[in-house]
C-alpha cells in the first residue's frame, strides 16, 4: 500500500479497502475480481492503481484493517463491562470473551463471512506470505489473553508449567471455531454455551 496524507487520497483508499474486505467475506478472495473491487468502491482503474500495487497488496491492506479495527472495537466494548478485582486475572480473559460475544451478536444481520476466515481457507495453502500474515493475525488474537493466563499461573501453584502460549492459542480456536458454528447452524446460543464450557475449563485449570 503506497504511503499517503491527503485526506481525499485516505478516502479513497478507505473506500477501496471497505469494499475489498465486503467482497472476500461474500465471495472469496479468489472470487473477486480487481473490477468488482473498483466497481464496488467507484473509482477508476487509474485510482486503484494509485494506491495499491496490485490485489495482494490491497489483501494485506484489508487484513491490516481488519486487525485494527477488531482491536479498537473490543476495546471499546470491554469499557461497557463491569473492570474485573485486578486480583483476578482469569476474570480479565473472561472480560474479552464477553466482549467478542458482543462484538459478534453486533454483526447478526452482517452478510458474508469473515475475512480472516475466508483467506485462510482461500490462502494459507497456496500464498505463502499470505499464510505467514493470517498466522501472526491468529498470534496477536492469542496475545490478548496470554499476558492474562501468565498472572494466573503465578497465583495457582499447581498450575505452574502450564503452556500458556498453547492455552491462548486453544481459546482462539474455540472462539473462532464458535463464530463459525454459530453461523452454519443459525444457533448463537451454541456459541454462548461454548464460551461458557472454556470459562469453565479455564477455572478448573487456572482458578485463583
Not at 86 to 107: E, H, S
Amino acid at each position: 500500500m503506497r504511503k499517503l496524507q491527503q485526506p481525499r487520497a485516505l478516502a479513497t483508499q478507505e473506500k477501496i479497502t471497505r469494499a475489498a474486505a465486503r467482497l472476500f467475506g461474500l465471495k472469496g478472495y479468489h472470487d473477486t475480481t480487481l473490477e468488482d473491487i473498483r466497481r464496488a468502491a467507484k473509482v477508476t482503474t487509474g485510482a486503484f492503481f494509485h494506491h495499491f500495487a496490485g490485489k495482494e497488496d490491497l489483501g494485506f491492506t484489508v487484513l491490516d484493517r481488519h486487525m485494527e479495527r477488531r482491536r479498537q472495537q473490543l476495546d471499546q466494548l470491554e469499557q461497557g463491562i463491569p473492570s474485573p478485582n485486578r486480583d483476578d486475572p482469569l476474570k480479565r480473559t473472561f472480560r474479552r470473551l464477553d466482549a467478542i460475544a458482543q462484538m459478534v451478536a453486533g454483526r447478526k444481520d452482517s452478510k458474508g463471512g469473515c475475512v480472516i476466515g475466508n483467506l485462510s481457507t482461500s490462502l494459507s495453502d497456496t500464498n505463502e506470505a499470505f499464510r505467514r500474515r493470517l498466522a501472526s493475525c491468529f498470534d496477536e488474537m492469542a496475545l490478548e489473553f496470554e499476558p492474562h493466563l501468565d498472572a494466573a499461573v503465578k497465583l495457582r501453584s499447581s498450575a505452574r508449567g502450564t503452556d500458556t502460549k498453547s492455552l491462548a492459542r486453544y481459546i482462539v480456536a474455540v472462539v473462532e471455531g464458535s463464530i463459525m458454528l454459530a453461523r452454519t447452524q443459525r444457533d448463537r446460543r451454541g456459541m454462548a454455551r461454548n464460551f461458557e464450557n472454556l470459562k469453565a475449563y479455564l477455572k478448573q485449570t487456572l482458578g485463583t
